[in-house]
């Protein structure tokens, strides 16, 4: 099967930076639609960017400007470059891959990400 394992989380001032990693391994042929998602206490999860396996990328309002995902297909990783953090930042961090041989898309486990102010 396929696991999605995240790294980089952490506790961070506002302002500051930080770098979440997802790598899938497993048996994978191919990786299409990689995205990010975070849940707060309390919230649904939501959506916060996503990239296709060309490279294009779309991203939520709400951090638009500041983070930036990008992929590595030889690693079957992506990754989220948060800049300008902001308390309301502040959540788990999941990754999601489509992976199309399977006819379903794979989770990895989260990362907190805790943002102080």
């Known amino acids: 099967q396929v696991q999605l394992v995240e790294s980089g989380g952490g506790l961070v001032q506002a302002g500051g930076s930080l770098r979440l990693s997802c790598a899938a391994s497993?048996?994978?042929?191919?990786?299409?639609?990689m995205a990010w998602y975070r849940q707060a206490p309390g919230m649904q999860r939501e959506l916060v960017a996503t990239i296709t396996r060309g490279g294009s990328t779309n991203y939520s309002d709400s951090v638009k400007g500041r983070f930036t995902i990008s992929r590595d297909n030889a690693k079957n990783t992506v990754y989220l470059q948060m800049n300008s953090l902001k308390p309301e930042d502040t959540a788990v961090y999941y990754c999601?891959?489509?992976?199309?041989?399977?006819?379903?898309?794979?989770w990895g486990q989260g990362t907190q990400v805790s943002v102080s102010s």
């Open positions: 497993g048996t994978i042929f191919r990786i299409n639609t």
């Open positions: 999601n891959a489509d992976l199309p041989f399977y006819s379903g898309t794979f």
